[in-house]
């Protein structure tokens, strides 16, 4: 069976990267889409693993070849998710988890209407900006550009499939969770199993 995707967008500093790794504990057969970017790396963050590392000229480079099913410019940077690299991980039956923005999201949805979009949000802006300013990694700056960034991207979560909060971080990896088994056992995912057993 062909895997699906499952998008998730939020504002910087709601605790998407967190969620996620906790999904690719907790599931089998869920395969992380690294996407790549023209920033270098931070901290840590590591060639092949966090991101695909590239030049601006050879991001755009593959901008020209249509290799991108989507990508958008991020705070001065560019972001894209390769189309050859999701397109193998479905085919071998994987599903796909996505880490997007808004303007992502709604690109996967038109190349992918079957892919299931989930919008985190922060509980409000106050904590956002508590969570951005205690991670320590921006100075005051940039902190006031992510949230600028975070109150136009909030505006575009009703067009997502589902909304989850993130107040408690249990409960918010718990409704994740409950979304991507809801979506597995959806009839149209299970009639080729129910036909070939019954």
Same mark, same amino acid.
Request: proline letters at 4%; aromatic letters at 10%.
């Given at each position: ?46 060639? /092949?693993? *966090?991101?695909?590392? %590239?030049? &601006? ?13 989507? !990508? ?63 991670? /320590?990694? *921006?100075?005051?700056? %940039?902190? &006031? ?13 009703? !067009? ?39």
């Amino acid at each position: 069976m062909t895997g699906q995707i499952f998008v998730f967008s939020a504002p910087s500093g709601t605790g998407k990267s967190t969620i996620a790794e906790a999904l690719m504990e907790n599931f089998g057969n869920l395969a992380y889409s690294i996407s790549h970017t023209s920033r270098p790396p931070r901290g840590t963050e590591q060639d /092949g693993i *966090d991101y695909h590392f %590239v030049s &601006e000229g050879t991001f755009r480079e593959m901008i020209g070849q249509n290799a991108f099913l989507e !990508w958008a410019q991020v705070h001065g940077h560019l972001y894209g998710t390769a189309f050859d690299a999701v397109k193998a991980q479905m085919s071998a039956g994987s599903d796909i988890l996505m880490d997007v923005d808004v303007q992502g999201g709604r690109n996967v949805k038109k190349q992918f209407p079957e892919s299931t979009l989930i919008f985190l949000l922060p509980p409000s802006l106050k904590v956002l900006r508590k969570r951005l300013t205690d991670r /320590g990694t *921006d100075d005051p700056g %940039v902190i &006031e550009k992510r949230m600028a960034q975070a109150s136009e991207e909030i505006k575009h979560c009703s !067009w997502y499939d589902y909304i989850v909060i993130n107040d408690d971080l249990e409960k918010a990896v718990f409704e994740a969770q409950s979304i991507i088994v809801s979506a597995r056992c959806r009839r149209a995912r299970r009639m080729d199993w129910v036909n070939a057993h019954f």
